[in-house]
């Protein structure tokens, strides 16, 4: 379900970006993440272990395994020399299926957004970082016949790992709790478990 090979394509395009990043001017600078102003974009929650879980009246759907149903894994954040960093989470998924017992076909297109405040920094050898994470979350499902929307509160709690200069791996935990939903269906959405991701600093 969901455009797996449209992940995997951003996914593919974010670790080329961040890789070119080690050969730019940038580079040559000694500051450290979490101790200069700078520009996070990040490609998260693809992989990794997760469950994810979505109820309304029409029925539950639920995955757990290494690939999320319901995608939200590109980031933009601004992170400042004290270590705080503001920013969210977007993503997309389109899903095509058939409905139990017809030929009939349906749509539907969800997606996410997770605003984010967080904390991170990096021991003094710039191999290992840390990057820490809260903030509320929501679910936008549309499809031909109805909408849904769920709320929740949630966060990341990574462990960053430097390969090159500029250019992190994000290992840790991840979770959203529900909070409230709304529209057709009384949607309930909720998720959590481990990942991977990638991010590349620009400043």
């Avoid at 894994?73 to 977007?90: D, E, M, T, Y």
């Avoid at 979350?137 to 949630?154: H, I, T």
Wanted: proline letters at 4%; a negative charge.
């Amino acid at each position: 379900m969901g455009s797996q090979k449209g992940i995997a394509a951003l996914a593919g395009s974010a670790v080329a970006l961040a890789l070119g990043l080690s050969a730019s001017p940038a580079a040559a600078q000694d500051s450290r993440f979490g101790q200069r102003d700078e520009l996070i974009l990040s490609v998260e929650r693809i992989f990794g272990f997760q469950n994810q879980k979505f109820d309304d009246d029409g029925g539950s759907y639920e995955a757990t395994g290494f690939h999320p149903l319901y995608w939200a894994g590109l980031g933009l954040f601004s992170v400042s020399s004290s270590g705080l960093s503001f920013g969210a989470l977007l993503g997309a998924t389109r899903f095509e299926y058939d409905l139990g017992g017809s030929d009939e076909e349906v749509s539907a297109t969800v997606l996410q957004l997770r605003p984010r405040i967080g904390y991170g920094g990096t021991e003094k050898e710039g191999r290992f970082g840390y990057w820490v994470r809260v903030g509320p979350g929501a679910l936008f499902a549309f499809s031909e016949d109805d909408s849904q929307q769920a709320f929740s509160v949630g966060g990341e709690g990574y462990v960053v790992l430097f390969p090159a200069p500029h250019v992190g791996i994000l290992v840790g935990p991840h979770a959203d709790f529900h909070l409230a939903g709304s529209g057709d269906g009384d949607p309930y959405y909720r998720t959590y478990g481990l990942t991977a991701g990638i991010m590349g600093e620009f400043y």
